[in-house]
């Protein structure tokens, strides 16, 4: 059974930081992408960043590209979203996924149908 735990988060000023982190266990593939997404109320889940198995490659939402960085430690299964000059905007439930792509369909993978294993969600507020 895959067991999912983030952690994390919380409550930021404009232009700080802040990360967030999940751990998976179980998992019986052999390799598997990450990637983080993220909502607010009354809104779909957007995409926000994938990572691949390696860490070789990552993509990101234009709306946060070069502010948040993901990356993993494939010993301890661990990962990682560093959120950097944070927005009031970038206010929301980030969620952290898996699945056994990084790529679909010749494109990264962004849908959260891509992904089968979820986090429970971790809750970042950042305050103008």
């Known amino acids: 059974q895959v067991q999912v735990v983030e952690s994390g988060g919380g409550l930021v000023q404009a232009g700080g930081s802040v990360r967030v982190s999940c751990v998976f266990s179980g998992i019986t593939w052999l390799d598997y992408a990450v990637a983080w997404f993220r909502q607010t109320p009354g809104k779909e889940r957007e995409f926000v960043a994938a990572i691949s198995f390696l860490g070789d490659e990552t993509d990101y939402a234009a709306s946060v590209k070069d502010r948040f960085t993901a990356a993993r430690d494939n010993v301890q299964n661990k990962h990682i979203l560093r959120m950097n000059r944070l927005k009031p905007e970038d206010t929301a439930v980030y969620y952290c996924a898996a699945g056994p792509y990084y790529y679909c369909s010749g494109a990264v993978c962004v849908k959260d149908s891509d992904y089968a ?12």
Not at 117 to 128: E, F, H, R
């Open 117 to 128: 294993y979820w986090g429970q969600g971790t809750q970042v507020t950042v305050s103008s």
